[in-house]
């Protein structure tokens, strides 16, 4: 193996799919043959090997690999040593205690005895643990969601993302043990600090402008203190005169999902000219 900075990252599925886009945007760009597990960065010295998503956060630990994208449940069942570099804004799921729809069980301290499948016994067994629940636990390593109608368990504990495939088995959430989001990790002794340092820049600006976007406005000098304080901004508002001295224009990153919300204030305290631009890329 040469002596570059090598990335782990998902050979198949959903989360493969978006650490590709991300790495991408972030300017890290390769190609993957068809079924090769491993390709090389163009212009970086970096490597990427897709591996299986649940082994990424253990080949992390043990220096595999120097950096991952992985799920932050995958890092936490694994207990691998890894240190967690950035949430990467994808993937965001819960981990839940699941019972059929009917079950007469309504809290965790009807849990003695009960059978629990799931892929993730190590988390299922510290939350039980906390409830002094001795439960029967039945490891497999996915379609979890069945294992109720196929007679092996009395409930489940799985990622829930949209809550589709509970409703299609008829369950429902007892208890939540646990949210969870795509990040990357990095092996702790890895020889490529000043790379990975590199990368996590380049991910955060990413990361960073997919939240965020710039907002554009007018507004009377009186009521800038108020508009700030609708729209303080990443740092602080960029804040410029207009030639009618008694205006200024104000430039400012908001978070995407409160811009409907902000600009309906801002309209509210006579700005005008409220323009929204959605952020490629950004250092900050
Ligand atoms: C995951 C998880 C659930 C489902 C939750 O399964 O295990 O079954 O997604 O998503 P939803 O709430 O949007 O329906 P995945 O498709 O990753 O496959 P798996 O069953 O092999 O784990």
Redesign the pocket.
């Known amino acids: 193996m040469n002596e570059n900075l090598r990335i782990g990252v998902p050979s198949k599925?959903?989360l493969s799919e978006l650490a590709g886009e991300l790495l991408h945007e972030a300017g890290i760009n390769f190609r993957r043959q068809e079924r090769t597990l491993f390709a090389r960065v163009s212009g970086l010295p970096i490597d990427i090997i897709f591996l299986r998503n649940d082994d990424i956060p253990v080949l992390c630990a043990e220096g595999a690999i120097d950096l991952g994208l992985t799920g932050s449940d995958l890092v936490s069942e694994s207990q691998a040593d890894v240190t967690v570099r950035m949430p990467l804004g994808v993937g965001r799921?819960r981990l839940s205690l699941c019972v059929p729809e009917n079950s007469p069980i309504k809290e965790c301290s009807q849990l003695n005895g009960v059978r629990i499948a799931t892929?993730f016994p190590r988390v299922t067994e510290r939350f039980l643990a906390q409830h002094n629940a001795q439960v029967h636990l039945v490891n497999l390593?996915?379609?979890?969601?069945i294992m109720i109608g196929l007679g092996v368990a009395d409930a489940i504990v799985?990622?829930?993302?949209?809550?589709?495939?509970?409703a299609a088995n008829q369950l429902r959430i007892l208890t939540d043990i646990g949210s969870y989001e795509t990040v990357l990790i990095q092996n702790p002794r890895t020889k490529h600090g000043a790379t990975c340092d590199r990368v996590v820049r380049r991910l955060e600006g990413v990361v960073i402008a997919r939240e965020y976007s710039l907002l554009e406005y007018n507004v009377p000098k009186e009521r800038l203190a108020e508009a700030e304080a609708v729209t303080p901004g990443f740092k602080s508002p960029t804040v410029s005169q207009l030639e009618d001295s008694t205006w200024c224009a104000v430039r400012v990153m908001v978070r995407s999902k409160d811009v409907i919300n902000a600009m309906e204030r801002l309209e509210a305290l006579g700005a005008s000219a409220i323009l929204e631009t959605s952020i490629r890329n950004c250092r900050l």
């Not at 390593?141 to 969601?145: A, D, L, M, N, T």
């Not at 799985?158 to 589709?164: F, Y």
């Open positions: 599925g959903r799921c892929s390593s996915g379609s979890v969601e799985d990622l829930v993302e949209t809550g589709s495939t509970l």
